[in-house]
């Protein structure tokens, strides 16, 4: 269990704290998570209902991710050392256990959802040219692109598979659905690379695919799974969302403001892959135009850095803006949450919209 439990780390700062791009991404939340969130909110009490549950999920992926080629073993073992919070298991598990039991139907589609995750993180990691991933060094850092696409391949068609062993056709296609808006999310955000024209509809349109779908899938299925009916089912899939969404604007800001020991990935990617992000995105709309175009030319450059870029984010207030937009659709997710009777699996439903907005990685 020592693999899935991480702390988070750090307190959140208070409003008296001074300003610093560091702080900024904490000094604004919106209510009614402002109460709960003075007390950090840590990932073992998110975990603790489901953790029998996570950890034969866990069991599942190391036996699976495992090869007799000792080439393929070095590479599988890479993909078992990217060990993330595990938070779409975990909205698949919870969501089944406030709608019903679990079964080994949830339990594979669970670990099927996080393979189809890490193959979309070594895949971005190409896209990226990215050097780092959970303080791990990337599978193209290492091997190159073709070895890591080539990862990203077996990763995904073994999920599949894994999944078949739900027994579910639906559960097949949910996941199969989810893939393919992932990939399109993707194709969509490097179309519009270098677009610095993107409004902030487009960009959640990229992010609710590219992000919040594979959370909203491991909630639907989680419901699904248990028997709840289809309303009761699109409203978990809707929870799911709402914080996939705020859990990437939050992923977007700490690019810019995190600390790389905590983020444990390499820092200002948007900005060096020209990717428009909300806080760019709302920099830009609110600069005369003066700012506006030496913004954009600075961005369109290529060579930009954080360093270059925060003064014009910091005096449009861009950073704290997205903050709290990112609060409003964590506090959908929580009111929705509180709605649920009570019970430890819907307690920790609504912890983890804290969550999302006390981490710092």
Not at 1 to 17: A, E, F, L, V, Y
Not at 129 to 140: G, L, Y
Not at 227 to 244: I, K, P, Q, S
Not at 309 to 321: A, G, H, N, Q, R
């Amino acid at each position: 269990m020592s693999q899935i439990i991480q702390r988070s780390t750090g307190p959140s700062p208070t409003n008296s704290d001074p300003v610093s791009p560091q702080q900024a991404v904490g000094n604004s939340i919106s209510e009614p998570i402002r109460a709960s969130i003075q007390t950090p909110v840590l990932l073992e009490s998110i975990y603790e209902p489901i953790k029998q549950e996570l950890i034969q999920v866990e069991a599942i992926l190391h036996r699976e991710l495992t090869s007799d080629a000792p080439w393929v073993e070095q590479l599988l073992e890479h993909s078992r050392l990217l060990v993330g919070k595990r938070m779409r298991p975990v909205f698949l598990l919870l969501s089944g256990s406030n709608c019903g039991e679990i079964t080994e139907a949830h339990l594979h589609c669970a670990a099927s959802l996080e393979m189809i995750h890490t193959a979309t993180l070594i895949h971005d990691d190409v896209l990226d040219e990215a050097d780092t991933r959970h303080h791990v060094p990337t599978a193209n850092s290492r091997w190159g692109n073709k070895v890591s696409v080539l990862l990203g391949d077996y990763l995904f068609t073994h999920a599949f598979h894994l999944a078949s062993f739900s027994g579910s056709t639906a559960a097949m296609r949910i996941l199969a659905v989810a893939s393919n808006r992932v990939c399109a999310g993707e194709m969509r955000q490097n179309a519009w690379v270098g677009n610095f024209d993107l409004t902030e509809d487009e960009y959640l349109m990229i992010i609710s695919e590219k992000t919040a779908e594979l959370c909203s899938c491991g909630c639907r299925l989680g419901a699904l799974l248990s028997g709840a009916d289809e309303t009761t089912v699109a409203r978990f899939e809707m929870y799911g969302r709402n914080l996939g969404i705020a859990f990437q604007i939050i992923d977007d800001i700490l690019d810019l403001v995190g600390q790389p020991t905590n983020v444990g990935k390499t820092l200002g990617t948007d900005i060096t892959n020209k990717k428009p992000t909300l806080p760019v995105i709302h920099s830009l709309a609110n600069l005369d135009d003066a700012r506006r175009n030496k913004l954009k030319a600075l961005l369109a450059s290529g060579e930009a850095s954080v360093e270059d870029v925060m003064p014009f984010l910091l005096s449009t207030d861009s950073i704290v803006y997205s903050r709290d937009f990112a609060a409003a659709y964590a506090n959908k997710a929580a009111e929705f949450a509180n709605e649920l009777p009570t019970n430890k699996f819907s307690t920790a439903l609504e912890n983890v919209a804290n969550f999302v907005l006390e981490r710092s990685h």
